[in-house]
């Protein structure tokens, strides 16, 4: 039986989302955050009626830049339902496009790859005080904090959620890679700069050093510097052509 003649599976995620969230200290969130997770992991683009991006997506623009460059954004976000709990959404990237490294304040959330590969860098910051050695002079004398860089991993549709919590992978970064990518995002509570949940842009100071064939080890301690959304990163919007979600 399809799966819209009953509850959609995205129907599913969207109430088990409800329930996770709206106790994130009570004694049954390890429980019910497993059960998302698993119910997360089911989800296929089919199931939202996606399809990935054709050739033209991934194709290369005159001169070697992203095809998107100029004209359109280079990721889109597909709204399926929001909370005061949690925000429910679909972000496309196109060919080359990258979600730049920013931080989820006090938020709990969960990735799943529908089409494409991404490269997910996943940092946690470092209590103030915890760096052994000032910023480096490339600093400039900008807001900069210690974090702990601790994963760089490739995600496909066959992997199971990427997963972030307030204190854990909170900062990271996305690329998506050789071709067009989509992927499925909870985050609890959403965004909300009124209740200090606005997001944060960084820029890593460090890199490897000079000479070096593999880049240093993780995890590893790190130096960002906060920054302005960066001028050739913008988010559009498109709509969400997947089953309804009634909360």
């Known amino acids: 039986m399809p799966r819209d003649n009953m509850a ?21 969130f390890g429980e019910n955050l497993h059960r998302l997770q698993q119910l997360l992991d089911e989800v296929r683009a089919e199931d939202l009626h996606l399809a990935p991006r054709g050739p033209s997506a991934a194709a290369a623009a005159p001169g070697g830049g992203p095809p998107w460059a100029g004209v359109v954004p280079p990721v889109s976000y597909m709204h399926i339902c929001e909370t005061e709990n949690f925000s429910m959404g ?4 196109r060919s080359g496009a990258c979600i730049p490294l920013h931080d989820h304040p006090g938020m709990n959330g969960m990735l799943k790859v529908l089409y494409g590969t991404l490269r997910i860098a996943c940092m946690d910051t470092l209590p103030a005080g915890a760096a052994a050695a000032p910023p480096p ?9 210690r974090a702990l860089f601790r994963s760089r991993q490739q995600y496909t549709p066959a992997s199971p959620p990427c997963l972030l919590s307030p204190h854990t992978d909170n900062l990271h970064q996305i690329d998506a890679v050789d071709g067009p990518a989509a992927f499925l995002d909870i985050l609890a509570p959403p965004y909300d700069p009124q209740h200090g949940r606005d997001c944060h842009y ?12 593999e880049p240093p080890a993780l995890p590893r301690e790190v130096w960002l510097m906060e920054t302005p959304q960066a001028a050739d990163f913008w988010c559009g919007g498109e709509p969400y052509p997947g089953p309804r979600v009634c909360l």
């Open 137 to 145: 002079p490339a600093a400039g004398g900008g807001p900069c904090l």
């Open 8 to 28: 959609s599976l995205i129907q599913r995620v969207a109430r088990q989302a409800r329930i996770t969230f709206r106790s994130p200290a009570g004694p049954a």
């Open 90 to 93: 679909v972000f496309l990237l």
């Open 202 to 213: 960084y820029r890593l100071l460090e890199g490897p050093p000079a000479g070096a064939a």
